[in-house]
């Protein structure tokens, strides 16, 4: 079965630091993969999306993230933090074929606290 | 619609009661899907539409949860003789055919004492 893992739970960092949030997966083949964002009472933005070929992939708010087939990972980075980046984020996955409800598998999420 | 949205925002309810949690998609999107977030976890999937056909309800916890999506667009998510343990936030998503990306509504918090 498909499972995603995010390995920090909380992370904090200061205002103009740059930022990495993991994520491994376990999944059969080369699944679709996803970050979101989720602020406080809201729902799940989407952030950005990989589904093939350049495996570095851009966002919205200045977010990338790079998918590394050999370590299962699709990481997110910011080269500098802002305030208003404080919340929760989520990694998911998702399958490739047609096979199925196409239903997201997402990790546990990283609340992300940034320091002024 | 711009986006999908649900209603009510929050719902408290009475342990036995039943609620009833609604879902409008966005125009056009063939496929809604509903998720449950328990607080301090990730969303989990509980059931798929694809116009009015439920293909994949494997994901409802108990026979107390109950989806529909009579006419293909709105869907509603029922439970029935709510449990403590059925408090969380109840997302909504909704897709088009042939894309991957599934967008979110705000979500149904429900609280049940």
């Known amino acids: 079965a498909q499972s995603v893992t995010q390995p920090d739970i909380h992370i904090t960092v200061s205002e103009g630091a740059s930022l990495e949030l993991r994520c491994n997966y376990s999944?059969?083949?080369?699944?679709?993969l996803f970050w979101y964002v989720q602020s406080p009472g809201q729902g799940l933005q989407l952030l950005l999306k990989?589904?093939?070929?350049?495996?570095l992939v851009q966002g919205i708010k200045g977010f990338e993230a790079e998918f590394k087939r050999s370590q299962s990972s699709f990481n997110l980075r910011k080269p500098s933090v802002h305030w208003s980046d404080a919340a929760e984020y989520f990694c998911?996955?998702?399958?490739?074929?047609?096979?199925?409800?196409?239903?997201?598998?997402f990790g546990k999420g990283t609340k992300l606290s940034v320091i002024p | 619609g711009a986006g999908v949205s649900q209603s009510p925002r929050y719902k408290v309810a009475k342990r036995g009661q039943d609620v009833a949690l609604r879902c409008d998609p966005i125009s056009g999107h063939v496929s809604l899907f509903w998720y449950q977030q328990a607080l301090g976890q990730g969303p989990e999937f509980l059931t798929y539409?694809?116009?009015?056909?439920?293909?994949?309800k494997s994901g409802l916890p108990s026979d107390r949860f109950f989806a529909e999506r009579p006419e293909g667009s709105v869907s509603t998510l029922k439970i029935q003789r709510t449990q403590q343990e059925d408090s969380a936030v109840y997302l909504c998503?909704?897709?088009?055919?042939?894309?991957?990306?599934?967008?979110f509504g705000p979500g149904t918090r429900l609280l049940v004492l």
């Open positions: 990989y589904f093939s070929g350049d495996t």
């Open positions: 539409f694809q116009n009015e056909a439920q293909l994949d």
């Open positions: 999944y059969g083949a080369t699944p679709y």
């Open positions: 998503a909704s897709k088009r055919t042939g894309r991957e990306t599934q967008y």
């Open positions: 998911a996955v998702g399958p490739k074929t047609g096979a199925g409800s196409y239903q997201l598998t």
